[in-house]
């Protein structure tokens, strides 16, 4: 068939296989076929791992999952955070998008247009732009290949680690697009078509072969496309096998990312009946999880803000989920052999079906073995890494395809804490004083209001009055700690002020369980949030405020999975919404001439995404507000969270002191907090580093201070 026969006399026109016979066009047909069979087979032999993981998701809200899909997976709205990685990243993405829209027009020019409809898809203007868009996109691609070869073999940045996968992919694609470049070169050389220069880029390339024989020229062409086609059928042959499969996993993994509140774990359903609680093997993690471990760019976004990594703990989070994807990979053989799990309408094979030792024997080892039978918590993952992380969510606020690595960690967590009692003796005490005595202080319940002693005004309390506009939930921390005993009086003196019509529980308030779930004994926290939640039935109020973001977050986020469901405010958010309201009012005697640095508690921002309330209120008497470094969503852990405040570290590096010294970094003296936890740390890393002259104050504090105290006329 002479395809030049549909085109248009005169006008541009693609002329669909010029220069490959009909038997070269077969070859390349059963070659692309071949390696397209091998891809699909290779992502539906990994896809059926997925399938051996707990069955904790659905598929409910299609449109708002093809949408959040669209977001982070099309826009990349997270990976252009960072400018040189995220322009690179883009630069390739859309050159992939475009050039294989490009390869669907040119095949539908062949094969429907033209062998159905006799006529041609591609000629005249329309032809002229997709040339040119084809060429543009190719060029942005290797554009971006340079900027991502110069990043990881010459400036090789610590979080970027390079191996056969790295060096294989890139030269291939390279050499993909360099190669239908030099195509449409050497074709444009040999036509000379009046419209060559709407390619351009191969028009340039042109010039390096005008003046070859056409005889040349014709076998230039025809190699290059042989090897040009034989590199696309290894690049989708082994796709699946190489850094390429996130080009699926990472969309598939935004897609079924379940919808919960953000500072919510997953939580732990039929805790009674459960035969086993965490993850000590692979199957022990919901589906969701699994595609979590393929989904991992290895961009190392996670491991840059990682404070447990910047301090030198045993943590890594990139390294977590990798060493967790490649352990998937190691027992692949023993997780086929397992039936899916589903729903409880449709329950899986009983795991003694499953082989010996392996992922679903309830006699075999803890974990799921590998191919030298080692344990998936103990060897494959130190129970050393899963205790270093803070639960800061940094790492997963910065992954670009929404892997959720905190809720791994905890999962874990739970295994160690709850069937094998493995957990750092300072946290073991502290849970137990929480079991005992309601707090990790074991202190006794009658004392939880005596920080109210010396207040010349009382401290209602619910069990006294009722009901109450405000439930004061004070906190374990703001009730026992001496030092943030100092900030509950400050809030009692800003509530007074206003006249806000508020309540404590006092000695009905117990631990809210945020510290016993990151922990990983999902048992306690059940029970204590039980226990609160029955409490607070009792009693009628609109609103609770807390001035412990653990609290905040666990309250509003957590307790709705238990059935309480509340409005809840932390204390930044309350007092901002006083002083605005004019019930309370400030001296203002800075005039500016002062400053003070704010210290963002992870648990009020990345969690809930409360920035500006409490800089408002750090500045509310006048003095100005000058940036850490790594502030707002950036912020760095203080070292508090995921029950590390009750930890003892001996390293030579800590949390805490790194942010210390960031305070430092800015020149100033006082560093306004919001956060019980955030005071904690603080305040030991002030005294381990001999710097007692930076004052560290809760906002509560400056305000209260501040109050300009109404004289009754």
């Known amino acids: 068939m002479d395809h030049a026969s549909f085109c248009p006399p005169g006008l541009p026109c693609r002329y669909s296989w010029w220069n490959i016979p009909v038997s070269l066009r077969i070859v390349f047909f059963v070659i692309i076929g071949l390696s397209a069979a091998l891809m699909i087979w290779g992502i539906v032999r990994r896809a059926q791992l997925w399938r051996r993981g707990k069955p904790d998701f659905g598929l409910d809200r299609p449109m708002e999952r093809l949408l959040r899909t669209l977001k982070y997976g099309v826009a990349q709205v997270k990976i252009l955070r960072q400018r040189y990685p995220g322009v690179l990243h883009f ?12 390869t669907i027009l040119g095949s539908a020019d062949t094969d429907i247009w033209e062998l159905i409809l006799k ?47 790295f060096n294989v992919t890139l030269p291939l694609l390279g050499f993909i697009i360099l190669s239908g470049l030099f195509i449409g070169a050497l074709r444009l050389a040999a ?44 690049a989708f042959a082994i796709l699946p096998h190489t ?30 009946q459960a035969d086993r609680l965490g993850a000590a093997r692979l199957t022990d993690f919901p589906q969701p999880q699994l595609v979590n471990f393929d989904a991992c760019t290895e961009c190392g976004r996670c491991q840059d803000v990682c404070p447990a990594y910047a301090a030198g703990q045993p ?86 395809v929404l892997i959720e690595h905190v809720d791994a960690i905890v999962d874990m967590r739970r295994y160690l804490a709850l069937m094998e009692g493995d957990i750092p003796s300072s946290v073991a005490t502290t849970l137990t004083n929480i079991e005992r005595s309601g707090n990790p202080w074991k202190l006794p319940k009658r004392k939880r209001a005596a920080w109210t002693q010396g207040l010349d005004f009382e401290v209602p309390v619910m069990a006294n009055v009722g009901e109450a506009d405000v439930l004061w939930w004070v906190g374990c921390a703001g009730s026992y700690d001496p030092r943030n005993q100092k900030v509950s009086r400050a809030m009692a003196t800003i509530l007074h002020a206003a006249g806000v019509n508020y309540a404590i529980l006092g000695e009905e308030e117990t631990c809210n369980g945020d510290s016993a779930r990151r922990a990983g004994n999902e048992y306690l926290f059940q029970q204590l949030a039980q226990q609160n939640i029955e409490t ?26 238990m059935g309480g469901e509340y409005r809840v405010m932390h204390h930044s958010e309350f007092i901002k919404k006083l002083l605005d309201e004019g019930d309370i009012r400030v001296h203002r005697t800075a005039g500016g001439r002062e400053s003070l640095t704010f210290h963002d508690p992870c648990y009020l921002g990345r969690y809930n995404d409360i920035y500006a309330a409490p800089r408002e209120v750090a500045t509310a008497g006048g003095k100005s507000l000058v940036e850490m470094a790594r502030s707002r969503d950036a912020g760095m852990c203080c070292g508090g969270g995921g029950a590390r405040v009750w930890m003892e570290d001996e390293g030579e590096t800590r949390v805490n002191w790194n942010r210390m010294r960031q305070v430092l970094e800015t020149g100033q003296n006082e560093v306004a907090v919001a956060c019980p936890f955030c005071m904690i740390m603080l305040e030991d890393a002030r005294g381990a580093m001999d710097v007692e002259h930076v004052q560290i104050r809760d906002i509560a504090e400056i305000v209260a201070e501040n109050l300009v105290v109404e004289t009754p006329a």
């Open 91 to 102: 630069a390739m993405f859309w050159a992939i998008v475009l050039l294989f829209i490009g």
């Open 536 to 561: 607070m039935k009792q009693y009628k109020f609109k609103t609770i405020v807390t001035q412990c973001p653990h609290c905040y977050n666990t309250l509003l986020n957590e307790y709705p999975q």
């Open 191 to 234: 036509q000379n078509p009046p419209w060559g220069p709407a390619q351009v880029v191969a028009y340039p390339l042109s010039f390096l072969f005008r003046g070859a024989s056409e005889q040349s020229l014709l076998l230039a062409h025809r190699v290059v496309w042989i090897f040009h086609f034989a590199a696309v059928g290894a």
């Open 243 to 272: 850094n390429l499969f996130h080009i699926f996993t990472s969309p598939a993994n935004i897609f079924v990312a379940p919808f919960r509140n953000k500072g919510a774990l997953w939580p732990v359903k039929d805790l009674e």
């Open 119 to 165: 006529q041609k898809l591609l000629y005249g203007t329309f032809y002229v732009v997709y040339k040119v868009v084809l060429d543009l996109a190719a060029l942005s691609f290797l554009i971006g290949l340079g900027m991502a070869l110069w990043r990881r073999y010459l400036v090789r940045p610590a979080r970027l680690n390079i191996d056969w996968r």
């Open 315 to 400: 943590l890594n989070p990139k390294y977590v989920i990798l060493d967790l994807r490649d352990h998937m990979t190691d027992v692949s053989p023993k997780l086929r052999a397992l039936s899916p799990q589903r729903t409880a309408t449709a329950p899986a094979a009983p795991p003694a079906e499953a082989p010996a030792g392996g992922p679903g024997d309830p006699k075999g080892n803890n974990g799921t073995n590998g191919t030298n039978g080692h344990k998936m918590v103990g060897d494959i993952i130190k129970p050393e890494t899963l205790w270093s992380c803070t639960t800061c969510l940094h790492c997963v606020y910065e992954c670009p």
